[in-house]
């Protein structure tokens, strides 16, 4: 059964860990997290940008397929299907389709109708009891051809936001998505330090988990960030596993052309870098 990320995230601030949030393309992607999540007793968040969602024929179809697979692996761990970088519209798409948690990003309008979209939403989505995120100060990167520099957050805008009652914030502190360039400067620990000041016990998420070396995500999760985003890594760990697997012209072998044996590696890869996560962020045996 899917739930709301509200408890889960409200945990790892209290036990100073933070859960991952998987971000899946198809259903391989969804069964390698699901999998190991359950494996190490591991509350999951599965994150669906708006273009996965779009590559997997629609919101409905992912929720559906979410929910039917928890059903027939026998997932007894938290799991939340959680929208990342939504629109205000596609937040409303996600609600209706089923997911339990939804990440809207109004960080390009201006602070007023960003705090007037997100109560609107904050309405929504505790009538329905789900989760709702909201992001102060866009993260650099690209994600889905939204592109962004890699903003510091202001603090108090930070506050006005979590004032409206969101259950998680997505607050810029230098990190972006994909992957790091050469000259990155690192996170901002004093800009996260003041947000987690004027925002108390509301728990932090960061963007871009892919290359940020482990000694400042620890960092970060002591500082109030309870949930991180990962998406990059398991696509390299993906890409590496299947160009392996041709290159050694094992899909020449037998049956290796069978998409089910093609896509094994790259599934298993993947298994392998959501358990050095969750080992890293402190999740495994909190579900």
Same mark, same amino acid.
Request: hydrophobic fraction near 40%.
């Given at each position: 059964?899917? /739930?709301?990320?509200?408890?889960?995230?409200?945990?790892?601030?209290?036990?100073k #860990?933070?859960?991952?949030?998987?971000?899946?393309?198809?259903?391989?992607?969804?069964k *390698?997290?699901?999998?190991?999540?359950?494996?190490?007793? =591991?509350?999951?968040?599965?994150? /669906? *940008?708006?273009?996965?969602?779009?590559?997997?024929?629609?919101?409905k179809? /992912?929720?559906?397929?979410?929910?039917?697979?928890?059903?027939?692996?026998?997932?007894?761990? +938290?799991?939340?299907? %959680?929208?990342? %970088?939504?629109?205000?519209?596609?937040?409303?798409?996600?609600? @209706?389709?089923?997911? =339990?948690?939804?990440?809207?990003?109004?960080?390009?309008? +201006?602070i007023?109708?960003?705090? @007037?979209?997100?109560?609107?939403?904050?309405?929504?989505?505790?009538?329905?009891?789900? =989760? &709702?995120?909201?992001?102060?100060?866009?993260?650099?990167?690209?994600?889905?051809?939204?592109?962004?520099?890699?903003e510091?957050?202001?603090?108090?805008?930070?506050?006005?936001?979590?004032? &409206?009652?969101?259950?998680? &914030?997505?607050?810029?502190?230098?990190?972006? %998505?994909?992957? #790091?360039?050469?000259?990155?400067?690192?996170?901002d620990?004093?800009?996260?330090?003041?947000?987690k000041?004027?925002?108390?016990?509301?728990?932090?998420?960061? %963007?871009?988990?892919?290359?940020?070396?482990?000694?400042?995500?620890?960092?970060?999760? *002591?500082?109030?960030?309870?949930?991180?985003?990962?998406?990059? @890594?398991?696509?390299?760990?993906?890409?590496?596993?299947?160009?392996? #697997?041709?290159?050694?012209?094992?899909?020449?072998?037998?049956?290796?052309?069978?998409?089910?044996?093609?896509?094994?590696?790259?599934c @298993?890869?993947?298994?392998?870098?959501? !358990?050095?996560?969750?080992?890293?962020?402190?999740?495994?045996n !909190?579900?």
């Amino acid at each position: 059964m899917l /739930v709301s990320a509200t408890e889960m995230l409200k945990k790892a601030v209290a036990g100073k #860990y933070a859960v991952g949030q998987f971000n899946i393309n198809n259903l391989e992607w969804t069964k *390698s997290i699901l999998a190991t999540a359950q494996e190490n007793n =591991s509350p999951v968040i599965l994150g /669906v *940008s708006a273009g996965a969602g779009k590559y997997m024929t629609g919101f409905k179809t /992912v929720s559906a397929m979410v929910q039917a697979m928890i059903e027939d692996m026998k997932i007894t761990v +938290p799991v939340a299907l %959680h929208l990342d %970088h939504g629109t205000y519209e596609q937040c409303f798409d996600c609600i @209706e389709a089923g997911f =339990s948690s939804v990440m809207f990003d109004g960080s390009h309008y +201006p602070i007023a109708e960003n705090i @007037e979209k997100t109560t609107e939403l904050v309405r929504v989505t505790r009538e329905k009891g789900l =989760s &709702l995120e909201a992001e102060v100060g866009s993260i650099g990167g690209e994600e889905d051809g939204v592109i962004g520099a890699g903003e510091v957050a202001d603090p108090k805008e930070c506050k006005m936001i979590a004032d &409206l009652g969101v259950d998680f &914030l997505a607050a810029g502190i230098g990190n972006i %998505h994909g992957k #790091y360039p050469e000259n990155w400067k690192g996170l901002d620990f004093d800009a996260l330090a003041a947000i987690k000041e004027l925002t108390g016990d509301l728990p932090l998420v960061l %963007h871009g988990g892919t290359g940020i070396p482990a000694e400042m995500i620890q960092k970060a999760i *002591s500082l109030g960030v309870a949930k991180i985003n990962v998406n990059t @890594e398991c696509q390299l760990y993906f890409q590496a596993a299947t160009r392996k #697997y041709i290159e050694a012209g094992k899909d020449l072998e037998g049956k290796g052309f069978d998409p089910r044996k093609l896509l094994a590696p790259g599934c @298993e890869a993947i298994k392998e870098i959501v !358990k050095e996560k969750m080992e890293l962020f402190g999740s495994v045996n !909190k579900a």
